[in-house]
Each structure stands twice: as structure tokens, then as C-alpha cells.
């Protein structure tokens, strides 16, 4: 009998090919997947180099030993009635850093760029899922759950307040996990182009900030009030997500039921907020086109605000000092290590004399620190150009030459340093409520103002160096040398410059108390720009008869 069509057997059904020839994942089955994918990427960037096992793995301990001590001394605080006010404004402090170091650290987890799974067929709800449970794999998210687990030990009294403990240390958890991936994901175009790869450079910055904060914090928690002086501050963040998960733990302690249950509320709430925003994030990237994919339009007027004819150019002057002002105020702004170098000297020199004020442990004097850092900007001016020096250096033929543009430069620096010099001055004495010492600190600090330009202004012509604008290196390699010499050598000439107009001041201090004071602030501006003058005045030949050698040094970048 002949066999009919009917009679042969069904085919099993293809599976869905995707790119790769795997075939599609349900979606029940795609969190398995994510956190297999997310351990393959961890295993495989150890292997590249023992150098970079190595440091895993002695940041993997640090860390743990950090979480072990912080989980003890949270435990150990069971009882005390001001423990609540310190786990929240902890866990407060905590959720900051997850909120701001993707931004900063873009490239320490490669699952964070969503965009490399836009070409799979994947929808945003199940992808959402996997990408928060891959998420809680590391060594941050250990270390949070520590700190949280921490201080719910230290805050559960009672069976209701574990209760609620089982539920807000997981969901402080997840809060900063969702944070720190709707922020990546909301910034993912930025995060993965050139510019928003030298946002890392500024992590210095916020480094430097945070120490600072934190010192501030020691030394009030070393204050006669103790914990006590946490109290204001913990009143507030206990009610901000995901801290509030952690200050329901202090509430049902209490017996706040309803407390509680109004904070749990708001983290839960925050979590669906942040998940839903993660998820509109990712389908606007995932659905969207490129930026850099689409025809450049450009906007009408746009063309005549960023020309040099501009209103505040306009105030510039004119011939070769104009023009070389403009352009080193322009690389201040354009080139991404010189703006990081701005921003950390401009916040570090006003944040140190204010914070040391705001302790009472500071003297008006420390605003000569924001002369220092302003200072420094002096040194290796031809440096920051890099390769491109060479073109400046088709400009420069005579001693004269070379001293118009080191001043236009010293001029760039100063519209900024000076003034800044001085509302740091004025902002620590008011502080400080010290005018009577204003004149001189002032005289001071300009003095070193002016003796920081003029030594940099020589160190420039002497000691050049090259800036890599790749890379999180500030000095090329072989240059480290001459990048020390240039500038501790030249912050030590500037301090023995300045000793004239120190000992003066020292003198006319311990001298009879009608000691005209204020007559330090006008010498010392009158110091400062003597110094200023004579350090370009030798710098100028210095820098003609070096100019080969600086192209060469500052080339190498």
C-alpha cells in the first residue's frame, strides 16, 4: 500500500534562531542565564593577567575584612540609643556611592552597557529581572548586605522588628542594586563615548570630597556629644529611601508600627520607581537610534555662540595676549584632565580651609591652602598642549616672544585664581568670624599666589613634561622625575620666596599690639606680583633657548 503524506511523521518545531545560532531563552529561563553570563565575564577577566587576579583578589579581601569589621562594630552597638541614627545616615552615605560610581567607574562591569544585547530578542520586563539578579553578584552588593545585615542586628528588638528586618535588609539591598543600574542605564550612550569615559578622571575629585567628609564626621562623633550630634541629620534621611527600610527596624523596635510600615512603604516604592525607570531606560536604548548615527543638524544661532566673538571674549585683549588667554581658558574648559584639574583644586582649596573652620580647629590662614592648589595650574603650561605645542611653538622665535605667551598664560590662570583667592579668604574669616586677621591672610596668600605663577612659569621653561590624555595617567612614563621636581621643587621655592613677607607678618604679630596689620595685604600684592613678573622675566629666555627640548618632553605623551 503506498504511503500518503498524511501518514508521515510531524516534524519537531525549529528552535527560534538568534545571532550565535543558540536558540532563544524562555523567559523563565533567562535570570539562570544572566547569572552564568555575569560569573563567564568575571572568570574570564581574571585569566587575562595575574596582575589583575592579584588585584581582585586583594580587593576582594580588603573588602570582605572591611564588611566583617563593619558587621562586628554595628552588632557590638546593640543597645545603644543613638545606634539607629548612625546605621541610617551609614546606609544613607552607602546608596550615594551606588548612585554616583557607575558614573564614575563605567568599565568595572561590562554587564552595565546594556547595548550589547540590543541585537537579541528580548523584551525589557524579563531582561529587568535578570539583569537585578545578575546584579547582586560581587563583591559591592556582599558588602552591602553586611553593613545592612549589620545594623539590623544592631536596631532588631523583638519579634515584630525581626520580622520587619527579614524584609527591609533585602529590600535596602535591591534599592541600591536598582539605583546603581537605572543611573548606568539612563547614562549608557554618555558612559560609553570618550567623554563620558574621562568622567572617571573626576573620581579623583570625589575621592578627595568624601575623605574630607568624612573626617569632618569623625571628629564631630569625637566631639563631647558623641553620637548625639548624628540625631538631626538621621531624623531626616530615616525617611529617605532605602535608609528607611533600615529606620522601620528602629520604629517596630519602638513599638511605631505605623511608622514602620510608612518606611518600608517608601523603599518599596522607590525599588518599583527605580525599576520602572530602569526599564523605560532600557527600551528607549534598546529601541531608539544612536545619536552619533544621525545626520548633525545644526541649530540656528547656534553657530554664532561658540565663536570667539562672544560677549565675554570681548573682554579679553587684544593682539597675541588675547589670543593665547582665550585658548588656555578654552583648554580649561574643552580638555577633560585640565577641567578635572580645575574643579579638584577649585573644590579642595575652598572645602579644606572651610571644613577645618566649620570644626573650630582651623586658622584663617589655611586660605593660603587654596593658593597652593590654585598655584599649581602655573606649572607645565606646555605640558597640557601635548603634541599639539608644536604649533605654538611656530609662534615663538625670540626671547620676547616667549615672554608674551608665558604671561597671556599667567594672565588665563590668574582671572580665575585671583579672585578665587580672594572669596576663599573672605568665606574663612567669615566663618571663622576673624576680620581683624583678614588683611594679612590676604597679603599672604596672595604673595604665594604670585610666587606659585612666577616658579611655574620658569618650571615650565625648565622642568616640561608630557600629559597623556589617555588613561588615567598624568605624567608619561619616564617622566615622573621631572614631574616631581617641577612641582615640589617649585612649592618649595615658592615657600622660601615668600619668607620675607612671612617673617613680617610673624614679627609684626608678637611686636606691639599697634602694629599697622592691615600693611601686609598691599605688600604682599605688591610681592606677589614682583615675583609674578620676575619669574617670566627668566622664564621667557629660558624657554627660547629650550624650545626643541620642550617639544621633544612634551611630545612623548
Given at each position: 500500500?503506498?504511503?500518503?503524506?498524511?501518514?508521515?511523521?510531524?516534524?519537531?518545531?525549529?528552535?527560534?534562531?538568534?545571532?550565535?545560532?543558540?536558540?532563544?531563552?524562555?523567559?523563565?529561563?533567562?535570570?539562570?542565564?544572566?547569572?552564568?553570563?555575569?560569573?563567564?565575564?568575571?572568570?574570564?577577566?581574571?585569566?587575562?593577567?595575574?596582575?589583575?587576579?592579584?588585584?581582585?583578589?586583594?580587593?576582594?579581601?580588603?573588602?570582605l575584612l572591611l564588611a566583617a569589621g563593619q558587621l562586628a562594630g554595628l552588632v557590638l552597638l546593640r543597645g545603644n540609643p543613638h545606634a539607629g541614627s548612625l546605621v541610617v545616615l551609614?546606609?544613607?552615605v552607602l546608596a550615594l556611592g551606588w548612585m554616583f560610581m557607575p558614573l564614575f567607574v563605567p568599565s568595572g562591569d561590562e554587564t552595565l552597557d546594556p547595548t550589547r544585547l540590543v541585537?537579541?530578542?528580548?523584551?525589557?520586563?524579563?531582561?529587568?529581572?535578570?539583569?537585578?539578579?545578575?546584579?547582586?553578584?560581587?563583591?559591592?552588593?556582599?558588602?552591602?548586605?553586611?553593613?545592612?545585615?549589620?545594623?539590623?542586628?544592631?536596631?532588631?528588638?523583638?519579634?515584630?522588628?525581626?520580622?520587619?528586618?527579614?524584609?527591609?535588609?533585602?529590600?535596602?539591598?535591591?534599592?541600591?542594586?536598582?539605583?546603581?543600574?537605572?543611573?548606568?542605564?539612563?547614562?549608557?550612550?554618555?558612559?560609553?563615548?570618550?567623554?563620558?569615559?574621562?568622567?572617571?578622571?573626576?573620581?579623583?575629585?570625589?575621592?578627595?570630597?568624601?575623605?574630607?567628609?568624612?573626617?569632618?564626621?569623625?571628629?564631630?562623633?569625637?566631639?563631647?556629644?558623641?553620637?548625639?550630634?548624628?540625631?538631626?541629620?538621621?531624623?531626616?534621611?530615616?525617611?529617605?529611601?532605602?535608609?528607611?527600610?533600615?529606620?522601620?527596624?528602629?520604629?517596630?523596635?519602638?513599638?511605631?508600627?505605623?511608622?514602620?510600615?510608612?518606611?518600608?512603604?517608601?523603599?518599596?516604592?522607590?525599588?518599583?520607581?527605580?525599576?520602572?525607570?530602569?526599564?523605560?531606560?532600557?527600551?528607549?536604548?534598546?529601541?531608539?537610534?544612536?545619536?552619533?548615527?544621525?545626520?548633525?543638524?545644526?541649530?540656528?544661532?547656534?553657530?554664532?555662540?561658540?565663536?570667539?566673538?562672544?560677549?565675554?571674549?570681548?573682554?579679553?585683549?587684544?593682539?597675541?595676549?588675547?589670543?593665547?588667554?582665550?585658548?588656555?581658558?578654552?583648554?580649561?574648559?574643552?580638555?577633560?584632565?585640565?577641567?578635572?584639574?580645575?574643579?579638584?583644586?577649585?573644590?579642595?582649596?575652598?572645602?579644606?580651609?572651610?571644613?577645618?573652620?566649620?570644626?573650630?580647629?582651623?586658622?584663617?590662614?589655611?586660605?593660603?591652602?587654596?593658593?597652593?592648589?590654585?598655584?599649581?595650574?602655573?606649572?607645565?603650561?606646555?605640558?597640557?598642549?601635548?603634541?599639539?605645542?608644536?604649533?605654538?611653538?611656530?609662534?615663538?622665535?625670540?626671547?620676547?616672544?616667549?615672554?608674551?605667551?608665558?604671561?597671556?598664560?599667567?594672565?588665563?590662570?590668574?582671572?580665575?585664581?585671583?579672585?578665587?583667592?580672594?572669596?576663599?579668604?573672605?568665606?574663612?574669616?567669615?566663618?571663622?568670624?576673624?576680620?581683624?586677621?583678614?588683611?594679612?591672610?590676604?597679603?599672604?596668600?596672595?604673595?604665594?599666589?604670585?610666587?606659585?605663577?612666577?616658579?611655574?612659569?620658569?618650571?615650565?621653561?625648565?622642568?616640561?613634561?608630557?600629559?597623556?590624555?589617555?588613561?588615567?595617567?598624568?605624567?608619561?612614563?619616564?617622566?615622573?622625575?621631572?614631574?616631581?621636581?617641577?612641582?615640589?621643587?617649585?612649592?618649595?621655592?615658592?615657600?622660601?620666596?615668600?619668607?620675607?613677607?612671612?617673617?613680617?607678618?610673624?614679627?609684626?604679630?608678637?611686636?606691639?599690639?599697634?602694629?599697622?596689620?592691615?600693611?601686609?595685604?598691599?605688600?604682599?600684592?605688591?610681592?606677589?606680583?614682583?615675583?609674578?613678573?620676575?619669574?617670566?622675566?627668566?622664564?621667557?629666555?629660558?624657554?627660547?633657548?629650550?624650545?626643541?627640548?620642550?617639544?621633544?618632553?612634551?611630545?612623548?605623551?
Amino acid at each position: 500500500m503506498t504511503a500518503s503524506v498524511f501518514d508521515a511523521p510531524t516534524p519537531a518545531p525549529a528552535p527560534r534562531p538568534v545571532t550565535g545560532g543558540a536558540s532563544v531563552p524562555e523567559p523563565g529561563s533567562l535570570t539562570p542565564v544572566f547569572v552564568r553570563l555575569k560569573l563567564t565575564l568575571l572568570a574570564n577577566g581574571l585569566r587575562q593577567s595575574s596582575g589583575r587576579k592579584a588585584a581582585f583578589v586583594s580587593s576582594a579581601v580588603l573588602t570582605l575584612l572591611l564588611a566583617a569589621g563593619q558587621l562586628a562594630g554595628l552588632v557590638l552597638l546593640r543597645g545603644n540609643p543613638h545606634a539607629g541614627s548612625l546605621v541610617v545616615l551609614l546606609v544613607g552615605v552607602l546608596a550615594l556611592g551606588w548612585m554616583f560610581m557607575p558614573l564614575f567607574v563605567p568599565s568595572g562591569d561590562e554587564t552595565l552597557d546594556p547595548t550589547r544585547l540590543v541585537m537579541l530578542p528580548l523584551h525589557p520586563a524579563p531582561l529587568v529581572r535578570a539583569l537585578l539578579v545578575a546584579s547582586l553578584v560581587g563583591i559591592g552588593p556582599l558588602f552591602t548586605l553586611c553593613l545592612v545585615l549589620g545594623g539590623a542586628l544592631a536596631l532588631a528588638h523583638g519579634a515584630v522588628a525581626v520580622l520587619v528586618a527579614m524584609v527591609a535588609v533585602p529590600l535596602s539591598l535591591l534599592v541600591c542594586v536598582a539605583l546603581a543600574r537605572a543611573v548606568a542605564t539612563a547614562n549608557t550612550r554618555l558612559l560609553s563615548s570618550r567623554k563620558g569615559r574621562d568622567l572617571a578622571v573626576l573620581s579623583g575629585l570625589v575621592i578627595a570630597v568624601g575623605i574630607q567628609l568624612v573626617n569632618f564626621g569623625v571628629q564631630r562623633l569625637s566631639a563631647p556629644g558623641g553620637l548625639t550630634t548624628l540625631d538631626p541629620a538621621a531624623a531626616v534621611v530615616r525617611w529617605t529611601p532605602p535608609a528607611s527600610a533600615i529606620g522601620a527596624i528602629e520604629s517596630a523596635s519602638a513599638g511605631a508600627y505605623g511608622a514602620a510600615l510608612g518606611q518600608l512603604a517608601l523603599s518599596a516604592g522607590a525599588l518599583f520607581a527605580l525599576l520602572y525607570a530602569w526599564q523605560h531606560s532600557l527600551t528607549r536604548l534598546m529601541t531608539a537610534p544612536d545619536g552619533s548615527t544621525l545626520a548633525a543638524a545644526t541649530e540656528p544661532g547656534r553657530r554664532g555662540k561658540d565663536t570667539p566673538s562672544g560677549a565675554g571674549w570681548r573682554l579679553l585683549p587684544g593682539g597675541r595676549t588675547g589670543a593665547v588667554m582665550q585658548r588656555t581658558l578654552r583648554y580649561g574648559w574643552r580638555d577633560p584632565k585640565t577641567k578635572a584639574a580645575w574643579i579638584t583644586s577649585l573644590t579642595l582649596g575652598l572645602i579644606v580651609p572651610l571644613f577645618n573652620a566649620l570644626q573650630g580647629t582651623g586658622s584663617i590662614y589655611f586660605a593660603c591652602f587654596a593658593s597652593s592648589m590654585l598655584g599649581l595650574h602655573m606649572y607645565n603650561q606646555f605640558g597640557q598642549d601635548s603634541s599639539g605645542f608644536w604649533m605654538v611653538a611656530q609662534t615663538i622665535s625670540t626671547p620676547r616672544e616667549a615672554y608674551l605667551e608665558l604671561r597671556a598664560r599667567a594672565l588665563a590662570t590668574l582671572v580665575i585664581t585671583l579672585p578665587y583667592t580672594v572669596l576663599v579668604t573672605v568665606a574663612t574669616a567669615a566663618v571663622l568670624d576673624d576680620w581683624q586677621a583678614l588683611p594679612e591672610a590676604l597679603g599672604l596668600a596672595l604673595a604665594l599666589l604670585g610666587a606659585m605663577t612666577g616658579t611655574g612659569a620658569w618650571a615650565s621653561a625648565r622642568y616640561p613634561y608630557s600629559i597623556p590624555h589617555e588613561g588615567h595617567r598624568n605624567v608619561a612614563p619616564g617622566q615622573a622625575g621631572l614631574a616631581c621636581a617641577s612641582i615640589f621643587g617649585g612649592m618649595l621655592g615658592s615657600a622660601l620666596l615668600c619668607a620675607p613677607v612671612i617673617a613680617l607678618t610673624i614679627w609684626m604679630n608678637v611686636a606691639d599690639a599697634g602694629k599697622p596689620l592691615w600693611l601686609v595685604l598691599p605688600l604682599g600684592l605688591v610681592y606677589g606680583a614682583v615675583m609674578t613678573w620676575g619669574g617670566l622675566r627668566l622664564a621667557g629666555p629660558r624657554t627660547a633657548e629650550r624650545l626643541p627640548e620642550i617639544l621633544t618632553a612634551v611630545s612623548k605623551g
